[in-house]
């Protein structure tokens, strides 16, 4: 009956928003192959919203992370990030989200489910709490410097050019993120520097990035920051970092009263 399956589900749902249950519901079965991977499965969309939701509460716990990475739900949970039932995609990218804290997580979410390509076309979704939960979880994705290269693969880039200009706070937050993820490893700054820009000839580089770094906005300041640092001590591009804002911003940011953003710069 998916009725009391979904009733089931919803009830489960406002059970796992108290923090204790979470651990207590993992070990009572809640991830056998009878219990919820099964209702995920179900085509009714109530259905759906439910378990997603449930899933989203349930990933908070550091104990439920890597089960639900290695489980029957996590093939549904990806799909249904890409539904057209905006509730449904935000609670599946959330529960991504919340699953890849854990790194341990990611040998199974990016490598045996591809979880990334998906995930970024979603940073591109019409709705706005889509794109912050997928943004978020592909942020999270990006620990491992084997990850890269796959994200930029699957256009990844101009995801994160989009956010980045957004005017939304939370996924301009998930931009900056995103971009001190990848300033690290060297090998993505010829990608970032001349990615092109479609409005002109120009390239895109890391102007946005700059910009997020003019923000008022502490929290997305030290991102970007820690990002703008890797990429001034590139000495392949330390005269295009000069002529693309790098220094100027740099000089400012080292002029702030926050010491966590006049150390970097």
């Known amino acids: 009956d998916e009725l009391a399956k979904t009733m089931t589900m919803a009830c489960l749902r406002r059970l796992l928003v108290i923090p204790e249950l979470r651990v207590e519901a993992l070990e009572c079965g809640i991830l056998e192959p009878k219990v919820l991977p099964t209702a995920i499965g179900l085509k009714g969309i109530e259905t759906r919203r439910e378990a997603c939701a449930l899933l989203c509460h349930l990933s908070l716990s550091t104990r439920a992370m ?24 935000r609670n599946a990218c959330g529960a991504m989200a919340n699953i890849a804290v854990e790194v341990e997580t990611h040998r199974y979410l ?11 076309k979603q940073m591109r979704a019409k709705h706005l709490s889509v794109i912050r939960e997928a943004s978020r979880a ?3 994705l990006l620990h491992f410097p084997n ?9 990844g880039l101009i ?7 957004s005017g ?3 996924c301009q937050f998930n931009a900056a993120f995103i971009y001190r993820k990848l300033a690290p490893n060297v090998g993505t700054h010829t990608h970032i520097y001349n990615y092109p820009n479609p409005r002109n000839n120009d390239s895109v580089g890391i102007y946005p990035i700059i910009g997020l770094a003019k923000l008022r906005d502490e929290r997305i300041q030290v991102c970007a920051v820690s990002a703008i640092f ?6 392949q591009y330390k005269v295009e970092f000069c002529d693309r804002g790098g220094l100027f911003a740099t ?8 010491r966590e953003l006049r150390l970097p710069s």
Do not use: K, Q, W
Request: aromatic residues 8%; negative net charge.
């Open 66 to 89: 890597l089960p639900i990475s290695n489980s029957r739900c996590l093939m549904p949970l990806l799909e249904y990030c890409s539904s057209e039932d905006t509730e449904t995609a």
């Open 138 to 140: 592909v942020g999270n």
């Open 168 to 170: 939304d706070n939370e």
């Open 110 to 120: 990016i490598f045996r489910a591809h979880v990334l390509p998906p995930l970024i």
């Open 147 to 155: 990850s890269h290269p796959l994200f930029v693969d699957a256009n």
């Open 230 to 235: 890797f990429f001034a001590a590139n000495n």
């Open 251 to 258: 000089i400012s940011l080292a002029r702030s009263e926050s």
């Open 159 to 165: 995801s994160l050019f989009l956010i980045a200009r």
